[in-house]
Structure formats: structure tokens, C-alpha cells
């Protein structure tokens, strides 16, 4: 990347800043960055579909190598390495996302089901083969009339006792598995997730929940098997070079030890046995062990946006528009205009932040994924996956959001599919929905906000938690908090600037943030609370409250990533550079955040009108002070040269004047 002399004088500090988001496992990243340059690993348009596909595939064939495929597995030579599997998909977000996609489906979700949910026998005939690429699979779990909610999947695996197979079937129309990565071409075998209907002697079969099946698909030749009818999705909106697909089940037979049984094995008889007695926590544990595809989601969406980001403010500081006051001579870069600083920057804040807490969260699922499942708190499980699920919510919308302005802010440029920022925006558009829908993710993690104390409520259905929360002896008076008093004495000048403001301490930005999340908890819990009346609607009463909820979720997500963000600060040098750099895009991340809720914070006079003001001004002031090292900024995203080799950065005089 060509930078100007003023800017290239601080490499140094991008080197540091990228160190800070490479975090744990940079060298898995670095691996990622070469193959990303020697493959030519960048969104491609016009490319017929199949064409496409055949080379995702190659291309998977050539990372085999690498050997981060095989890290998210256990070996006899040692444990598994998954926050070094993880990191390696999220960086595939720098080259193609149809890339990343087709290698988290079989090595993560087809791969993860197997190693995660199945047991040795599982291990042993699959496990290398999917490694290799030899055994290509998928994750059969959405159907066409239920995604979020998996425990109302209709494909049912009834057991037949006389020849010791499970009966694999499609029961309606809307039971057919869509939208199924790999399914359409590729695949040979599906994790296909089924209510599983047995009785042992003497008991009526019945369904015992949802499980999941290694179920053959297609024979040596790519040929659908008996019973099994595929058919393609075709174009959609992004990812082409992923093989989306459908599956129908006509009483596909299967042999009993089909099964992924970790958590729940049927015998010869028919006799059902789990280690778990619950159904609903048996069901939960089980999803549990899968929230690594929701996690790698997360990471690489967040790492496609950070290259829609370095591609836009690499242009700004390259476009030129219009000249300065009283010099009709020389145009102004883009990024001169606080409009465009504005634009750019509070998202390029926010990315830093998001990719920090994904850092934390991909290392709390290694920790607790290195463990063998015995040893296991269910309770931490069910902490990280609303974590989980909260980063991936926040990290992929903010991905979308800087997508469409990262586009937007490059004019003519950004529309053409040359200059890759359509194509990363349409493939990153589904990623606010698959691996779990942002709404119902931000759902998920306020859900664990009101229940997080209580085990009784662990997989309670709506009515059930409602009712519960509706129970809770917590104060929801008009609250006289701590925040609200440190608020109210925090000094109130009109003139107000970050350099004197309270707002820049990290205490008092975690204050606020604090204290919006409780006031929004504590209030839901109190419109909760007429559930618990005999003549009320539970579900009507979740259903008016849910705007509620999830705005006490989108507040709690951010809590959480500035938390994350300020302990990252904390691990670092006082009064070095980086440390005093990210204190900065730290306190434009705080203050966009507070102007995008100021409605809130003013309504419940968390801040007064004039603080508002000095916030709006605040935003400005920060942007201004970031203005110099943004191209340091981006540059240490670590976004390889070949992606950014675009038409619309090459053609422009590289000059940037300081």
C-alpha cells in the first residue's frame, strides 16, 4: 500500500495496533494472509455458478495443507487447537466470504457436529476423511417452516427395532432442509438434525426431541442416493461459490449407530438412555457444543467489514472533491470533510472494538472447548453461548451497516463490482441471518441477563421464563443509581471538549454503559411482571414486551465489547503510543455510541441537554484527532494486498498531502 511520507513515519504504530487485534492466535492469521495473496483470494463477479463452486472447492483442497483445518480437531498426537480453527476461518473474511462459508460448513458445522456430538466410533471413520476433504458433508438443520426455533424441526428418525436402523423421513413441504450449504452439489453426507421417535419394549414410540444423524446423501458419482431428492437454490443475494441447497427424506433407512450419540444413544431394543435427564437441558447441552460455527460467523462477518472500511478510507485518502476556501487550486481529500470523517471513522472505532470482544470471545470458547465435555459448568457454557450470541448480533450488523457505507461513500466507484464493495456487501447481507437471526440473538442474550442466577430456568420456554422473571424480587422504583448521581455531578459546561471531560474516563464511560443496561433490565423484568397474573397471556405479554428486551440486549452487547475493549487498553504500556491511540478510537467508540442513543439518555435524563450537545461535539472533536492516522488505522486491520488492489485505489495519484 502506498502511504504518504507523514503517515509512513508511524509505522511502527500500526504494527502495534495490529499486534493488539491479532491477539492470540496472529500466526493463524498471518498463515491465512499469505494464502489469501499467493491464491489470489478475492470476490469475483460474473463467474457462472458452477465455475464458482469448482473453484471454492479447489481452493479448500489447497488450505488442507495449512494445517488449521485439522487444529479444530482432537488427534492422538494431542488436543484440538479451536481458537487457532476459528481465527483462521474469520481471516478468510479478507479474501471471499463464499470461501469462508463452504470451509466453516465442512470443517465446523459438518466437522463440529461429528467431533462434537458423535463419539469414538464417529471419530474414527469420519474424522480424518473430513479433514482431508475425502468425506464432504453439511449441516442439515433448517427446514423451510422452522430456522430459529430447532426444537420444532418436523424431519422425524423413527427406530425400528426389527432391523436396527433409523427411518429417515420428510414428513410435509415444510419440513424440507433449505438454504443447506454444500447440498446443492458437494455434499456426500448431512448432520441432519431430526425428532428422534423410539420406545423400548412395551412403550408406545414417541419422540424423544431433536438429534442429529450422519445420514448418506449422494454415491461415488454425485448422484442423489435412494430416497434422497436435492435440488439447488440457484443465485441469491451474495456468496456464489457456495452450493446452497434443499433436501427431501423419503423413509431413507439408516443404520443405528447413525446416531451422534454423546448425549443420548438407543439400543438394539429401542431403549432410549441419555447421561442427561432433562430434555430441554439435554437439548441445550447439545446445541451448546455447536456455537463455534455462531462464533466464526461473528469473527469473519466483523473481518469482511473491516475490509469494506479499509477500502473506503484508503479512497478517501486518495479522492479528491471540490477545493478549499480561498484555494480554487488544490481539491480537497474526502476525508477532509467532517461529514466524511463522520461517515467513516465512528464505524472504524467500532470495528476496533467488536474485534477485540470477538478476540475474548473466541478464547473463552477455546478454553472451554480444550475441556473434556464432563468437565464442563454448564452454567459457563450457557454464559458464553448468550456471549456468542450477542457478539455475532452486534459484530455482523455492524459488518452490514459499514458495508453499505463503505460503498456508499465511494460514489461511483463503490458501485462497481471492480472495486469489490457490492460484492462484499451482498455476501455479507446474510450473515445478519444465518448462524441465528440478529433479532433473536439480541433476544438470546438479554433472555440471559434476567435468568443468568437461576438454573430452574435453563431451557424454559417463553412462558415458562416469563413467568419466572416475572417472579423476581428486584427494585424497579424510580431509581436514584450511582450512575445517576455521578451523572448529575459530572461538570456540565457548554464548552465542554474530550480533553476535559469526564466522558473520557473509562470508569465513568463503563458507568454509563452499566447503567443503561440495568435500568433497561430491571424495567422489562416490571412489564414482565403482570405474566405471573392468572388471567394473562404469557406469550402476549412476551410479545409486548419484546421491543424491551431487545433493547436491553443491544445495550448489554455493548457493554460487553467496551468492557472487552477497555481491558485490552489496560494490558498495555502506560503512555505508549498504542495504548494512548486506542484510548482515542476507544472514546469515539463511547461517544457515536452515546450520540446514537442520545433519545435515551436525555429521556431518562442521564445526561442533560447541554451534555448532549457536548457529546455531538465530542464525536467531531475525536474524528478530528483520528483524521491523521487513518490510514494507520486501517492499516493495521492487516488486510492483504491483493485485496485491496482494486481499480478504483491503483488508478488514483497516491500522493496524500499531510
Not at 190 to 204: D, H, N, S
Not at 444 to 452: C, Y
Amino acid at each position: 500500500m502506498t502511504r504518504d511520507d507523514d503517515l509512513s513515519s508511524d509505522l511502527p504504530l500500526s504494527s502495534d495496533l495490529r499486534a493488539v487485534l491479532d491477539g492470540r492466535w496472529a500466526a493463524s492469521r498471518d498463515v491465512v494472509r499469505r494464502y489469501i495473496e499467493e491464491a489470489g483470494l478475492v470476490p469475483l463477479s460474473g463467474v457462472p455458478l458452477p465455475d464458482y463452486r469448482a473453484r471454492m472447492l479447489d481452493l479448500m483442497k489447497q488450505m488442507v495443507p495449512l494445517g488449521f483445518p485439522a487444529q479444530g480437531f482432537a488427534s492422538p498426537d494431542g488436543p484440538s487447537d479451536p481458537g487457532a480453527a476459528v481465527t483462521a476461518i474469520e481471516t478468510l473474511g479478507y479474501g471471499d466470504l463464499s470461501l469462508m462459508v463452504k470451509a466453516g460448513v465442512q470443517w465446523g458445522l459438518f466437522g463440529g457436529a461429528i467431533e462434537n456430538l458423535g463419539t469414538q466410533s464417529h471419530h474414527e471413520r469420519f474424522r480424518q476423511g473430513l479433514i482431508d476433504l475425502d468425506v464432504l458433508g453439511c449441516f442439515a438443520m433448517t427446514e423451510t417452516g422452522h430456522g430459529s426455533n430447532v426444537q420444532a424441526l418436523e424431519t422425524t428418525a423413527t427406530y425400528l427395532p426389527d432391523t436396527q436402523e433409523f427411518e429417515i423421513h420428510s414428513p410435509t413441504p415444510s419440513s424440507r432442509k433449505d438454504y443447506i450449504g454444500g447440498a446443492a452439489e458437494h455434499a456426500q453426507y448431512g448432520a441432519v438434525f431430526a425428532q428422534l421417535i423410539t420406545g423400548g419394549p412395551g412403550e408406545t414410540p414417541h419422540s424423544r426431541g431433536v438429534h442429529c444423524f450422519v445420514v448418506p446423501l449422494r454415491d461415488e458419482n454425485g448422484d442423489d442416493l435412494p430416497g434422497v431428492t436435492t435440488s439447488d437454490c440457484g443465485y441469491k443475494g451474495g456468496l456464489p461459490g457456495v452450493d446452497n441447497g434443499r433436501i427431501m427424506f423419503d423413509r431413507v433407512r439408516v443404520p443405528r449407530s447413525a446416531l451422534l450419540n454423546r448425549y443420548a444413544d438407543v439400543a438394539d431394543d429401542g431403549t432410549y438412555s441419555s447421561p442427561i435427564e432433562s430434555d430441554n437441558r439435554r437439548f441445550f447441552t447439545m446445541l451448546g457444543t455447536l456455537i463455534r460455527g455462531r462464533v466464526t460467523v461473528g469473527a469473519s462477518g466483523g473481518a469482511a467489514g473491516r475490509l469494506a472500511l479499509t477500502l473506503a478510507v484508503e479512497y478517501a485518502l486518495k479522492r479528491r472533491q471540490f477545493s478549499g476556501p480561498g484555494d480554487e487550486g488544490s481539491e480537497l481529500l474526502l476525508l477532509d470533510y467532517r461529514a466524511h470523517q463522520r461517515r467513516l471513522l465512528p464505524l472504524v472505532a467500532r470495528a476496533y472494538a467488536f474485534a477485540i470482544a470477538q478476540n475474548e470471545v473466541t478464547e473463552q470458547l477455546h478454553e472451554i472447548q480444550v475441556l473434556d465435555p464432563d468437565d464442563v459448568d454448564p452454567r459457563e457454557l450457557r454464559r458464553l453461548e448468550a456471549k456468542a450470541a450477542g457478539i455475532k448480533a452486534g459484530h455482523t450488523t455492524l459488518a452490514s451497516r459499514a458495508a453499505i457505507e463503505a460503498r456508499t461513500a465511494c460514489g461511483g466507484a463503490g458501485y462497481m463490482a471492480e472495486n469489490r464493495l457490492p460484492l462484499i456487501r451482498d455476501d455479507l447481507d446474510v450473515f445478519t441471518t444465518f448462524e441465528g437471526d440478529n433479532l433473536v440473538m439480541t433476544q438470546l442474550a438479554a433472555k440471559q441477563l434476567l435468568t443468568d442466577y437461576a438454573d430452574e430456568v435453563d431451557g424454559l420456554d417463553a412462558g415458562g421464563w416469563v413467568r419466572f422473571v416475572a417472579g423476581m424480587a428486584r427494585d424497579v422504583a424510580a431509581e436514584k443509581t450511582g450512575i445517576r448521581q455521578l451523572v448529575q455531578t459530572m461538570l456540565d459546561a457548554s464548552d465542554e471538549t474530550p480533553d476535559d471531560s469526564d466522558l473520557t474516563d473509562a470508569d465513568t464511560q463503563l458507568a454509563l454503559f452499566q447503567g443503561r443496561e440495568d435500568h433497561l433490565v430491571r424495567t422489562a423484568a416490571a412489564r414482565m411482571r403482570r405474566a405471573g397474573d392468572d388471567d394473562t397471556d404469557a406469550f402476549e405479554v412476551f410479545t409486548a414486551t419484546q421491543d424491551h428486551l431487545i433493547k436491553a440486549g443491544e445495550a448489554h452487547i455493548e457493554r460487553i465489547v467496551l468492557e472487552a475493549f477497555q481491558a485490552a487498553i489496560d494490558r498495555l504500556d502506560e503512555g505508549s503510543a498504542v495504548r494512548e491511540t486506542l484510548q482515542t478510537v476507544r472514546d469515539l467508540f463511547v461517544y457515536s455510541a452515546l450520540e446514537a442513543d442520545l433519545g435515551w439518555f436525555l429521556m431518562h435524563r442521564y445526561v442533560s441537554v447541554e451534555r448532549a450537545k457536548a457529546i455531538r461535539r465530542g464525536v467531531n472533536e475525536l474524528c478530528e484527532r483520528l483524521r491523521p492516522i487513518a490510514g494507520d488505522l486501517v492499516e493495521a486491520f492487516g488486510i492483504p494486498e491483493v485485496a485491496r488492489n482494486v481499480p478504483m485505489l491503483t488508478s488514483l495519484a497516491a500522493t496524500v498531502p499531510s
